[in-house]
């Protein structure tokens, strides 16, 4: 890479930011300390798109965001100002959108397509399925929301369902032209019934001289609206086409398409033929060619069916031109996972790095109180992991039932051919797929054509022996066909085949089945402490001591000292702030609890029947799970400076809470849901919600609310400084997330892609001051802006010594030794970093701390050990301008008397 990676800034382009805004943010990264900006997708999308991950063109530059023209001098003044360009790249999907060339051209000439094998498409199916009627198609028929339209601005005769436009195929004209009154008829239909797709261009000259003409036209258009009229002929014409249109319930349980998770308008491409990735990735290696591009990131690389080729062939790529551009990748590490270093790239994007941190500050010692008390509220005792799996079973069978269908039938097709398992039936198939997917403890494995790793042989066979272990299916021997399945285990050519179809499409699909089941619906579901719930988290691992962090980061340091260390994203499900706040609750449950239920008690009124559910029980909304998690969400929410007698203040918090109350229960799929929302119940629940933020409605009840909660809003921002600190100076390269310099009290997307006030940052990083100096006025955040400055500072002296330097873990003596987590960096040059972190905050300040500041007192003969080779150093902590002479120890009630945390550096 030619700017070494310091650290790196996600910009959430659209919603109002295009290249020019970037362009104008480009000096304030500058001061900030950042080296790359990193861009979220910011090709052609559907038009529309929010986010750019439904990509319709690999090759051209969203215009709404600026164009090419944009582009080049968003990058020209990047370059100007040194710093780097990292892109969000998505190779698995394209959206299916009238927008995407590609797609238009399989749906026109189907399978003779030149695109044909571009996408991850079933073309032994019948028709290419397009499940997007908002009813059965007979009745979409009779109703008139079928027509077929003169598309003016295309110059093209095209079929439409309420205004969904298709292409269709130039040799079914000929059902139009039937009705069109005009000399030139018969010469079209001999013309376009024997097209083929090479002749697409000429035919649609040809065309464009015809409708030039005003009869023609105008005869074009009486025999569309004929034809229209003509339900038989129109259903005739719909049925000569290569796809067809369905009821988009049908999406779920019949696939055509290999699908992004569930999404029907998000298809899969084919990135392991070689022609498709360079027609993908033509304009990636141009940017490449031409100094633009610093690092790429992978958008769900468990997605394409080859990651470790699909990477390799990448890099290759780069390598022929004689660039060095960092990859990283998004993928998620559960478990003792790790990253394989086989991929030969920089790293992930940091989930499990949010993972290591959350650990530190969650109090593991108190876990039983925390699980009583919400155990008391609920009235049941959850299980977390069969939640899990039984949550897992259910996308799979239903969300995923076509992707079920599709991979039954392959091993099916296989098993048939042997005959120690032709016998085997259907149904045992399909549940053995499903009992392994769910006993899966990983997103996916990595077998295929290159071979099958050791390390996944080993997961498939223990995974094996679990899903034997459920009985879900009686006969073990399928199961054990599954696992041979996987691992490629046979000899004849046609049996390997099918192996290959069937592992690349299981691994394609375990992702989906486990982040649908655990992120979308579990996360939701489970809310005992709901920071845990967090993307790549594991909600039943509460708490990890200074040592096993130590161990995590000693990881990092051998697998990616150069992966990324994100504490926010676009997918987290709640801002790093709003979770470094919520940490605390562990520390007090009772406390929590106690505050809960006299906020269940006052709201008793807006708490409404549902009618009976399961076992006779009263069904009320929202019910005591989601209520739960509701006043964790109200405490994450609400700003430091938050004043409840502000009516006007309490409006945006309302406003957000709504949003996500919906979106919370939906993805929970308990009583509500996206394809079936219960209207009843969501409306009771939005009721009950606004009733909380309402002062006409609930008096001070907010008032008491917040006032009680201050010692645990004091606490977060302590654990905001600590967690901040770290993320600065652990081994990797930290990606600040759009607006977090400041506090991030962001709910789930959509929620946390909101407009970023920019000013009100660069003010703070125009005045003067040390992170020390603004302690005071902690609640406005510009005490973690100005510490991430100072620490961006630091590293951009000594890039290498925080990425790729040593990690010394040090221990912390006396008798606050618990509520301190320390380490130091070193290089080879003789360059040091010590950072001082505290933890369990909310015990160490106490109940009345105004300030996240422990007074000194407080640390009594707390003390940091430094190793013999730096006994003596001379530090300079760069957070307060202070001069630090060291002993053997660093005196905390001495380092942090003006500052909670510290940052030590010597030459």
Not at 499 to 510: G, I, P
Request: aromatic share 10%; hydrophobic share 40%.
């Amino acid at each position: 890479m030619s700017r070494p990676l310091i650290a790196t800034y996600r910009l959430q382009f659209r919603e109002g930011t295009g290249f020019s805004e970037a362009k104008d943010l480009v000096p304030y990264l500058k001061e900030l300390g950042a080296s790359h900006l990193y861009a979220s997708p910011v090709f052609s999308a559907s038009p529309g798109s929010t986010h750019g991950y439904d990509v319709v063109d690999y090759n051209r530059f969203e215009a709404d965001l600026g164009g090419d023209a944009g582009f080049t001098a968003m990058s020209d003044a990047l370059m100007a100002a040194d710093l780097g360009l990292i892109l969000d790249f998505v190779p698995n999907h394209m959206g299916v959108s009238q927008e995407n060339a590609w797609w238009e051209d399989v749906l026109r000439w189907g399978r003779e397509s030149r695109y044909a094998q571009t996408f991850d498409i079933s073309w032994d199916e019948e028709k290419i399925l397009i499940p997007t009627l908002g009813s059965p198609y007979g009745e979409a028929l009779r109703s008139g929301a079928l027509e077929v339209v003169y598309d003016e601005k295309r110059g093209e005769v095209r079929f439409t369902a309420n205004g969904y436009g298709l292409p269709v195929d130039p040799r079914t004209l000929s059902h139009v032209f039937s009705f069109v009154d005009h000399p030139e008829r018969d010469s079209l239909v001999r013309r376009f019934s024997a097209a083929v797709p090479a002749d697409g261009e000429e035919l649609g000259e040809r065309f464009a001289e015809h409708v030039a003409d005003p009869a023609f036209l105008a005869a074009l258009k009486s025999g569309i609206e004929a034809l229209n009229a003509d339900r038989d002929a129109l259903h005739a014409f719909h049925e000569a086409q290569a796809w067809r249109l369905a009821w988009w319930r049908l999406a779920r349980e019949k696939l055509s398409y290999r699908r992004f998770f569930e999404i029907a308008d998000l298809i899969g491409v084919r990135q392991e033929m070689r022609r498709v990735f360079r027609d993908s990735h033509r304009t990636i290696y141009q940017l490449a060619r031409e100094r633009r591009l610093d690092g790429i990131r992978i958008d769900h690389v468990d997605g394409v069916a080859d990651p470790k080729g699909y990477l390799a062939e990448l890099a290759s790529g780069f390598e022929a031109l004689r660039r060095d551009v960092a990859i990283h990748v998004e993928k998620i590490l559960t478990g003792p996972e790790r990253l394989r270093r086989s991929w030969n790239i920089a790293g992930t994007t940091g989930y499990e790095f949010i993972t290591a941190v959350a650990g530190l500050y969650v109090d593991g010692s108190k876990e039983e109180a925390m699980t009583r008390a919400y155990a008391d509220f609920v009235g049941t005792e959850e299980d977390l992991r069969a939640m899990i799996a039984d949550q897992k079973r259910a996308i799979f069978t239903h969300n995923l039932a076509g992707e079920l269908q599709v991979l039954t039938e392959t091993a099916m097709q296989v098993a048939a051919n042997d005959l120690e398992t032709r016998d085997f039936g259907r149904d045992d198939m399909s549940r053995s797929i499903v009992e392994v997917a769910t006993a899966l403890p990983v997103y996916r494995t990595y077998c295929g054509v290159a071979g099958v790793p050791y390390k996944d042989v080993e997961v498939i066979d223990e995974t094996v022996e679990r899903a034997k272990g459920t009985r879900k299916v009686e006969a073990d021997e399928p199961i054990a066909f599954v696992g041979k399945l996987l691992k490629l285990a046979f000899e004849d050519g046609r049996d390997v085949t099918g192996a290959l179809n069937f592992t690349r499409r299981f691994q394609q699909t375990t992702g989906a089945v486990m982040a649908k089941a655990v992120e979308d619906t579990v996360f939701y579901r489970y809310n005992r402490l709901i920071a845990l719930n967090e993307v790549g988290g594991e909600p039943d691992h509460y708490g990890t001591s200074p040592a096993r962090f130590h161990e995590e980061m000693g990881i990092r340091l051998d697998d990616q000292p150069d992966g990324l260390m994100a504490s926010s994203t676009h997918d987290t499900k709640r801002g790093e702030d709003a979770r470094a706040r919520l940490y605390t609750l562990s520390e007090a449950p009772e406390r929590w609890a106690e505050l809960v239920r006299e906020m269940a008690d006052a709201m008793k009124p807006w708490r409404k029947a549902m009618g009976e559910a399961a076992m006779g029980e009263t069904h009320v909304s929202p019910d005591p799970a989601t209520e739960w998690g509701f006043y964790q969400s109200l405490l994450g929410v609400l700003p430091a400076d938050f004043d409840p007698a502000d009516a006007k203040a309490r409006e945006e918090p309302e406003k957000r809470l709504l949003a996500f109350a919906e979106k919370a229960v939906r993805e929970a799929k308990r009583f509500t849901s996206w394809t079936a929302p219960n209207e009843a119940y969501e409306s009771a629940l939005k009721g009950f919600v606004s009733a909380v933020l309402r002062e006409g409605e609930t008096g001070d009840l907010l008032e008491r609310f917040w006032r009680q909660a201050q010692p645990f809003v004091v606490a977060g921002a302590l654990n905001t400084l600590s967690q901040t600190l770290i993320k600065l100076t652990a081994p990797g390269v930290p990606d600040i997330y759009q607006g977090t310099e400041f506090y991030d009290l962001s709910l789930v997307d959509p929620d946390n892609r909101r407009k970023v006030d920019f000013a009100a940052r660069k003010r703070a990083m125009e005045e003067g001051g040390t992170p020390a100096d603004v302690l005071p006025q902690w609640r406005d955040g510009r005490v973690k802006a100005k510490l991430t400055a100072a620490a961006l500072k630091a590293r951009i002296k000594a890039p290498t010594l925080f990425t790729k330097g040593r990690y010394i873990p040090l221990e912390v003596t006396g008798e606050k030794a618990e509520h301190v987590v320390a380490f130091a960096r070193t290089d080879e040059e003789g360059r040091v970093a010590v950072t001082i972190a505290p933890r369990m905050a909310l015990q160490l300040l106490g109940e009345s701390a105004e300030q996240p500041l422990p007074e000194a007192k407080t640390w009594g003969d707390t003390a940091v050990r430094l190793p013999s080779h730096l006994a003596g150093a001379r530090f300079e902590c760069i957070l307060t301008g202070e001069p630090v002479a060291a002993g053997a120890s660093l005196k905390l009630s001495e380092v942090l008397a003006r500052l909670p945390v510290a940052l030590l550096l010597a030459d």
